[in-house]
């Protein structure tokens, strides 16, 4: 069983940055890459952005590129999401996942989930 668990949320002005991590419970080789989604109220989840585990592939949402960066420590199995430039629409519940297989970009690819951290954003 894979647990991750999120942290770094928090309430923040709008162009203010966080930076969210995500610690996984097992070895980074049990799954090859991890991605970040958010949900607002009422919304879908949707993709933020994705990594192999190496790093060497990243993949982001429109929405976000150019303000959030997502990174990697293999050593020791954790995932952050910097995020820059807060706007109020980025206002959401985080969740980090597990890759499985299929596209990054759709939660049906990935087998295991956090329980999420908000971030607000005020305007």
């Known amino acids: 069983q894979v647990q991750l668990v999120e942290s770094g949320g928090g309430l923040v002005q709008a162009g203010g940055s966080l930076r969210l991590s995500c610690a996984a419970s097992?070895?980074?080789?049990?799954?090859?890459?991890v991605g970040w989604f958010r949900q607002a109220p009422g919304q879908e989840r949707e993709f933020v952005a994705a990594s192999t585990w190496s790093g060497g592939n990243k993949y982001y949402a429109d929405s976000v590129k150019g303000r959030f960066t997502i990174s990697t420590d293999n050593a020791k199995n954790l995932v952050f999401l910097q995020v820059n430039s807060l706007k109020p629409e980025d206002t959401a519940v985080y969740y980090c996942?597990?890759?499985?297989?299929?596209?990054?970009?759709?939660?049906?690819?990935?087998?295991?989930w956090g329980q999420g951290t908000q971030i607000t954003v005020s305007s």
């Open positions: 097992t070895r980074a080789f049990t799954f090859r890459a």
């Open positions: 996942a597990a890759h499985r297989s299929g596209s990054y970009y759709y939660t049906s690819a990935y087998t295991y």
